[in-house]
């Protein structure tokens, strides 16, 4: 009996925990949009306590229980309004996606990039017979050729996590289909709708907090973490200096590597926002019926002639 009694205690608590922070988050959020300098003064890069102060608060509040739980309330808020007025909840999905497909189809050209670059260092290395390459005029950009080879890689993780939404919406990705063909339409969409939840969305927040500590790890110091308090994190920040990291994989290689840090939370960040989207209109969808299978959905079309090709013949 007392067992039971504990849990149910573990339980009450856990549930009372949600609800206080669930209203917190209102305040929090109030507070945020009302007080902007408080966390937005780094910005104005004057190096003072104060703007030191706002910094540390980004990076505390940035992978935070009240982040997250302002992010839920938000979510829940459009998802309420959308239930009562559906027109509003589809130009939610039509801004959200259209900002997953802006981004893709910009950073698609990194792509191109990528391979005009690799020509360029093979006829400087094999033609020219060149240790390097200058771009620019009066103050020039000059990089040994390993440095822009090692910076192919750039250009190929941007393809990679700002198109990877891109792709989610054009339905591009590889899907590994066991029992989903075989449901009807409203199944298929109740599916979607519980994947984004409880695959996409947790699986975006664990990224996060382990990758938004390791980001500012290679920005400045003292090094910061998840376990350290915001007063701690408030008595640090008189220390706190830039110090961007700069080291490469070899002697003359690419000395950009925080980079790559950025575009992890860029795409966790990305995948966090999608997922809101794809519930969204999975929702609609099921709500509406088959009719409204890819409605409003902004779709690459291939025009005569852009068809791939798919067969050979002998």
């Known amino acids: 009996m007392g067992d039971i009694m504990n849990e149910e205690g573990g339980l009450g608590s856990g549930i009372l925990w949600i609800l206080e922070n669930l209203a917190m988050a209102f305040y ?18 004057e190096n003072t306590t104060e703007d030191k102060q706002s910094l540390m608060r980004v990076i505390y509040y940035g992978a935070s229980v009240e982040f997250f739980f302002v992010c839920l309330v938000v979510f829940l808020t459009i998802f309420a309004v959308g239930v009562w007025k559906r027109d509003f909840l589809w130009g939610v999905v039509r801004v959200l996606e259209g900002f997953a497909n802006t981004f893709g189809r910009l950073f698609a050209w990194a792509g ?17 017979t060149r240790p390097d390459i200058v771009f620019g005029f009066g103050v020039p950009l ?7 080879a090692e910076e192919l890689k750039l250009y190929n993780a941007m393809v990679v996590a700002l198109c990877l939404t891109y792709t989610f919406v054009q339905g591009g990705h590889v899907r590994v289909d066991l029992v989903y063909s075989a449901v009807k339409f409203r199944t298929k969409r109740m599916i979607d709708m519980i994947g984004s939840l409880i695959f996409m969305l947790p699986m975006a927040t664990l990224i996060w907090m382990y990758t938004w500590f390791f980001l500012w790890r290679s920005l400045m110091v003292p090094p ?11 008595l640090k920040a008189r220390a706190v200096r830039w110090n961007v990291e700069t080291i490469g994989f070899s002697p ?4 950009g590597y925080f980079l790559f840090k950025v575009l992890m939370i860029a795409m966790v960040g990305m995948i966090f926002i999608h997922a809101w989207a794809f519930f969204y209109r999975s929702y609609l969808e099921w709500r509406e019926g088959e009719e409204s299978e890819n409605k409003y959905l902004d779709k690459d079309v291939l025009e ?10 002998f």
Request: proline share 3%; hydrophobic share 50%.
């Open 304 to 313: 005569e002639g852009e068809e791939p090709y798919d067969h050979a013949e």
């Open 252 to 255: 003359n290689g690419f000395t």
């Open 224 to 234: 910061v973490n998840a376990t350290t308090a915001l007063d701690r994190m408030m």
């Open 112 to 128: 191109l990039l990528m391979v005009l670059q690799q020509v360029i260092i093979v006829f400087m290395q094999r033609i020219f």
């Open 28 to 45: 929090n959020l109030g507070y945020a949009i009302t007080h902007p300098n408080s966390w937005l003064d780094w910005l104005s890069w």
């Open 142 to 148: 000059d990089f040994d050729i390993s440095w822009y």
